[in-house]
């Protein structure tokens, strides 16, 4: 039986994200999910779940400067630090809001060549799959389309399930977007069907 997440980020714009808990509620949805959550108190993301009877279904590793135009760190080999620190606080706030999967962005390679931007992404998921499975949480990756986000390094299904297989954790797997599925290569049901 499918069951459907509403996302904060994109649903519900008319009132304030804090407001949007409620709305969710009202529209009846049970799960709702929101990119980062960081921004917030995690107390005060807590009470809204709790008060509104929801389920935090998802949220997303820190990106870097959203702002300023990033779309995750996870390949990028200068920032290992950095992410190595957002995987501490996001397992705080997954721990905080009852969250049991976090996704991971792989941002763009910059100016890394692709062997040592997949080599570092590798070596960023084997990390962060230890760590969150150590607080009993799913880490996912999904492939974006480079059309929404240029330049983006995982963009493939194909290409999720190598990493998937060169990081051999249990607790890794696709977060599978047939959006994005269908804007890069489309034939979606054949490569659901493969992976």
């Given at each position: 039986m499918l069951r459907f997440a509403a996302n904060?980020?994109?649903?519900?714009?008319?009132?304030?994200f804090l407001e949007r808990f409620a709305s969710a509620r009202a529209a009846g949805f049970r799960g709702v999910e929101y990119p980062f959550p960081y921004a917030h108190d995690k107390e005060t993301l807590a009470e809204r779940l709790r008060d509104n009877g929801l389920e935090q279904v998802?949220?997303?590793?820190?990106?870097?400067?959203w702002a300023g135009g990033?779309?995750?760190?996870?390949c990028q080999p200068e920032r290992r630090g950095e992410f190595r620190d957002g995987v501490g606080l996001a397992i705080e706030y997954a721990k905080a809001l009852a969250c049991q999967?976090?996704?991971?962005?792989?941002?763009?390679?910059?100016?890394?060549?692709?062997a040592l931007a997949f080599d570092?992404?590798?070596?960023?998921?084997?990390?962060?799959?230890?760590?969150?499975?150590?607080?009993?949480?799913q880490l996912?990756?999904?492939?974006i389309n480079t059309r929404d986000m240029p330049d983006f390094f995982l963009s493939d299904s194909a290409q999720a399930l190598t990493l998937i297989e060169a990081v051999g954790a249990a607790n890794l797997g696709l977060q599978y977007d047939?959006?994005?599925?269908?804007?890069?290569?489309?034939?979606?049901?054949?490569?659901?069907?493969?992976?």
């Open positions: 904060l980020g994109m649903l519900f714009t008319e009132v304030d998802l949220i997303n590793l820190p990106p870097g400067d990033e779309r995750g760190i996870a999967r976090v996704n991971c962005l792989a941002g763009t390679a910059r100016d890394a060549p692709h570092t992404f590798v070596e960023n998921l084997r990390f962060a799959a230890v760590e969150l499975g150590a607080a009993g949480i996912l990756i999904e492939p047939i959006y994005h599925r269908q804007v890069m290569r489309g034939d979606v049901a054949r490569d659901i069907e493969r992976c």
